[in-house]
């Protein structure tokens, strides 16, 4: 069966040393340079369109993964995605929400 799913990642990385902030900066460059989007900061996601590709994904995102810090990742199905309530603030989801 056919399933778009959404691969949600969170992240709180260290930024006490010069090493920790090019650690959290590498990583958030490899999130964007590799189709992420920013939901919220330290909150990334990724549509993500089967198994094999969430299994190449999970496998990229351990590769890059800086040593120190706590990083994870939530997969849901792109409908469950689409019902995420604002509660408070504006929807910066509408672009991609209309363009899957």
């Given at each position: 069966?056919?399933?778009i799913?959404?691969?949600?990642?969170?992240?709180?990385?260290?930024?006490?040393?010069?090493?920790?902030?090019?650690?959290?900066?590498?990583?958030?460059?490899?999130?964007?340079?590799?189709?992420?989007?920013?939901?919220?900061?330290?909150?990334?996601?990724?549509?993500?369109?089967?198994?094999?590709?969430?299994?190449?994904?999970?496998k990229k995102?351990?590769?890059?993964?800086?040593?120190?810090?706590?990083?994870?990742?939530?997969?849901?199905?792109?409908?469950?995605?689409?019902?995420?309530?604002?509660?408070?603030?504006?929807?910066?989801?509408s672009?991609?929400?209309?363009s899957?």
């Amino acid at each position: 069966m056919f399933r778009i799913m959404r691969l949600i990642v969170m992240f709180d990385l260290p930024t006490v040393t010069s090493t920790d902030l090019e650690n959290y900066r590498k990583f958030r460059k490899f999130l964007i340079e590799n189709g992420y989007s920013m939901m919220q900061y330290s909150v990334y996601s990724k549509i993500i369109l089967n198994r094999t590709v969430l299994n190449f994904q999970m496998k990229k995102l351990r590769d890059n993964a800086p040593k120190n810090g706590y990083i994870e990742a939530l997969i849901v199905t792109e409908k469950q995605y689409a019902n995420i309530e604002i509660i408070v603030g504006e929807d910066q989801r509408s672009y991609q929400l209309h363009s899957t």
